[in-house]
């Protein structure tokens, strides 16, 4: 790490090659941005909610701001819209011209949808989940398949640290509900 | 003359094709239609009784009979950085940063692959019917240097596909086949309205602006646009013409 740190020149080249891995790994979706070599510096480290509430799914009966879009689905008098890593806005299209958000269907780590009757498909972070939508003001889980998308994991999207600069990449399978300043081995960067 | 009516054939069929299927996907028709529509940039798909889904590497088969209910079949090892999936009839294609991959349905249970159509490194979605495929193709710093567009291919011989016709496109990302309709998401250079009767010579009909437009589902009369501040709604009583609606605003 001596090495990285001797002379402006390898600064520099480290930089460098911070960028060119941060490029390198930028996909159309936004994946973690993890850093090599890692040092230890003075960083951004993520807060994690209560395991429980990683896993927990609900159903909020009114409308919340989209922040990360993704993927939108439409069935019958509905449209659903993901909110990256946080959950499903549910829009009722029934007239058009007032189409608007009704309600919010919290999963954490999802990214996914599909429907089948009223069984919602979707991934809570690595896990398949169905959730039952038959009820136009709860929802309830029905089936869960633990570590579905094992690969998937890696995708998992979350909410970088306000400031740039480096952080620590946070669990995939957690959720984060804020950053503090700590000692950190860098493994993840923000520009 | 023989390559001539071959051409015009060809035409004819897939017109024929078209619209005898552009009500296919009109919703809230049947009661066996249950399942709903996806923009053209998911990793789920659902064909008959089966649920598919890709994550990076891999597409997973459950078998959702009784849909409270999925059981796995099958997992297939497909490769790096799959991006979309999206069936249609006993196909799926499959989109990743390098290519184009057609899996036969035959056996829902367990999907083989019968034709892949490979290119340079990109960003990928594609729709399809039973004899074309339409891959839009974003190359920039991200998604690698392929040449943006519209890539058309012809599918009839699902195990050697067939590039019959590129279009070059700025920043093509999403998009929807109906009728004879190819509605392409173009970012901030609008959503391009293209005819497509003649797959091999796409006609472009009009360019929507006024959003960055990221995907789009048709879904009857209503044409859905996933854009960076929202959605919009727009009527397509008129496909070729679509009227605003309604604005979503994200905020």
């Known amino acids: 790490m001596v090495f990285f740190s001797n002379s402006p020149a390898m600064r520099l080249l480290l930089l460098l090659l911070i960028l060119f891995s941060i490029t390198s790994c930028w996909t159309r979706n936004s994946r973690p941005r993890f850093i090599d070599p890692h040092v230890h510096v003075w960083g951004n480290k993520p807060v994690y909610a209560a395991r429980t509430e990683a896993k927990t799914i609900s159903y909020l009966d009114s409308a919340l701001p989209v922040i990360v879009p993704g993927n939108i689905y439409a069935k019958g008098n509905f449209i659903y819209q993901l909110e990256i890593g946080k959950g499903i806005h549910v829009i009722d299209k029934t007239n058009p011209a007032q189409a608007e958000r009704i309600g919010f269907i919290t999963v954490n780590g999802s990214s996914q949808i599909s429907i089948k009757d009223n069984y919602l498909y979707t991934n809570n972070y690595d896990d398949l989940v169905v959730i039952d939508i038959s009820n136009s003001n709860s929802v309830s889980v029905v089936k869960r398949v633990a570590g579905a998308f094992p690969e998937g994991a890696s995708n998992y999207f979350y909410i970088e640290p306000i400031e740039s600069g480096y952080y620590e990449c946070p669990r995939y399978d957690s959720v984060v509900v804020a950053w503090v300043k700590d000692s950190i081995w860098t493994s993840c960067s923000k520009n | 003359m023989k390559f001539s009516f071959y051409k015009s054939s060809l035409v004819v069929m897939v017109s024929i094709f ?164 190819l509605y392409i998401c173009c970012n901030n250079d609008g959503l391009k309205v293209f005819n497509v009767l003649n797959p091999a010579n796409p006609i472009e009909i009009r360019t929507v602006t006024g959003a960055y437009f990221k995907d789009v589902i048709p879904y009857g009369d209503l044409l859905i646009c996933y854009v960076s501040t929202g959605i919009i709604l727009y009527d397509i009583s008129d496909p070729t013409n679509p009227v605003m609606l309604k604005l979503i605003e994200n905020a």
């Open chain 2, 18 to 181: 078209l619209f005898s299927c552009s009500k296919d996907g009109t919703p809230d028709s049947a009661a066996a239609n249950s399942t709903g529509k996806a923009g053209s940039l998911s990793k789920f798909a659902i064909a008959g009784n089966y649920l598919y889904a890709v994550d990076n590497t891999q597409l997973y088969t459950y078998d959702i009979t009784d849909p409270a209910n999925p059981i796995q079949t099958n997992t297939s090892f497909l490769g790096f950085a799959i991006e979309t999936i999206y069936p249609f009839n006993n196909r799926l294609f499959i989109g990743t940063t390098t290519g184009m991959f057609i899996y036969s349905i035959d056996v829902p249970a367990a999907p083989v692959q019968v034709g892949s159509a490979s290119h340079v490194r990109s960003c990928d979605p594609v729709v399809a019917n039973d004899s074309i495929a339409f891959v839009t193709l974003k190359g920039n710093s991200s998604c690698g240097p392929a040449v943006s567009g519209l890539y058309v291919h012809d599918i009839r011989n699902v195990f050697a596909p067939q590039l019959i016709k590129t279009l070059e496109l700025p920043s093509p990302e999403g998009l929807a086949l109906e009728g004879g309709i």
